[in-house]
């Protein structure tokens, strides 16, 4: 039983550091452009497929260039769609971006098909690691590393340099950051674009994992607003802490009550917001009040 716990428990923290990386991107699009995507799973799912038409032209390597293509592609739905709904009401983004999803996953069953793709693990990454009672295989703890690395990275992006402190001044008080002759247009259009390609990372890396298939977008989706809505809207800390914790929780579920894995993320998200309306380390911001 302990041999069990344990691997769950290291597949949690890989599940949920998928999550972190899908939410992560949806929380900095939402913090400083105001707009609900309910896109975002879809970009996920975009990145996988993109990665794997990459690995079936060029193998591997050239998996690398899925998120950067996204991204660019996210640069311009944002440049012809989304910037449109800056200052209108929630629920607008909400229905435009809903709509936005329904295209995309339609577009991805007209280019590759309906059908799951298989996408294996490089061959370098086969096999299993078994460290005392921890059995997870070698591809799952580079995905630990990747997700760890990525996120660490974007800590120090957005923390240390001058480009950072742009985002976060701007989600807080974008006209005081035009004021100061800044290009805010460009700058929304770049944190889309980094929200887009945040996701098209988790849908690499997690292709392996998980089917690829037009479904990895509803399966995406909902877990990364269930994260946002328990760290807290725009924590960076928040993301990562509930994205563990979703991750953890609905792994020991399906080891011990498979059906149950859906509901028990949103009894935990119903835990927290009756003691943390704002989330775990949610903070008020006048902005959306």
Same mark, same amino acid.
């Not at 032209?57 to 944002?78: D, K, N, T």
């Not at 990562?240 to 009894?267: D, H, N, P, R, W």
């Not at 009756?274 to 902005?287: A, I, K, Q, S």
């Given at each position: 039983?302990?041999? %069990? ?7 949690? #923290?890989?599940?949920?550091? %998928? ?8 929380? $900095?699009? #939402?913090?400083?452009? /105001? ?7 879809? #970009?996920?799912? =975009? ?10 032209? #060029?193998?591997?390597?050239?998996? %690398? ?7 660019? @592609?996210?640069? !311009? ?26 295209? @995309?996953?339609?577009?991805? +069953? ?17 096999? %299993?690691?078994?460290?005392?009672? =921890?059995? &997870?295989?070698?591809?799952?703890? !580079? ?14 992006? =957005? !923390? ?11 989600? +807080? ?8 002759? &800044? ?17 098209? $990372? ?21 877990? !990364? ?11 960076? +800390? ?15 579920? @399906? ?16 835990? $927290?917001?009756?003691?943390?309306? +704002? /989330? ?10």
């Amino acid at each position: 039983m302990l041999d %069990i716990l344990v691997s769950q428990i290291a597949n949690g #923290f890989v599940l949920g550091f %998928i999550y972190v990386l899908i939410a992560v991107g949806l929380s $900095i699009t #939402f913090g400083l452009l /105001g707009v609900i995507n309910f896109a975002h799973g879809a #970009f996920f799912a =975009l990145g996988a497929y993109v990665g794997w038409q990459l690995f079936q032209l #060029f193998g591997w390597p050239a998996v %690398i260039l899925a998120p950067p293509i996204v991204g660019l @592609i996210g640069m !311009a739905v944002e440049v012809t769609l989304i910037r449109r709904l800056y200052g209108k009401e929630p629920l607008l983004s909400l229905i435009v971006t809903f709509a936005l999803a329904l295209l @995309i996953e339609a577009a991805i +069953r007209y280019v590759w098909g309906a059908d799951g793709k298989p996408f294996n693990p490089p061959p370098f990454l086969a096999g %299993i690691v078994e460290i005392g009672p =921890l059995l &997870i295989t070698k591809y799952r703890v !580079a995905v630990l590393g990747a997700t760890t690395a990525t996120l660490l990275g974007l800590w120090a992006f =957005l !923390a240390w340099t001058p480009y950072g402190r742009i985002l976060r001044a701007g989600s +807080r008080d974008p006209e005081m950051v035009e004021l100061l002759g &800044i290009n805010l247009p460009r700058v929304l259009t770049a944190v889309f674009g980094l929200g887009c390609a945040l996701a098209a $990372i988790a849908g690499v890396l997690a292709a392996p994992l998980w089917t690829v298939s037009p479904s990895m977008a509803a399966n995406a989706v909902m877990p !990364a607003f269930v994260v946002v809505a328990i760290g807290g809207l725009g924590s960076f +800390r928040g993301a990562v802490v509930a994205g563990l914790a979703v991750g953890v929780v609905m792994s020991l579920t @399906i080891q011990f009550k498979a059906e149950a894995a859906a509901a028990s993320m949103y009894a935990l998200m119903f835990a $927290i917001m009756l003691l943390r309306p +704002r /989330g775990l380390f949610g903070e008020r911001w006048e902005r959306f009040e």
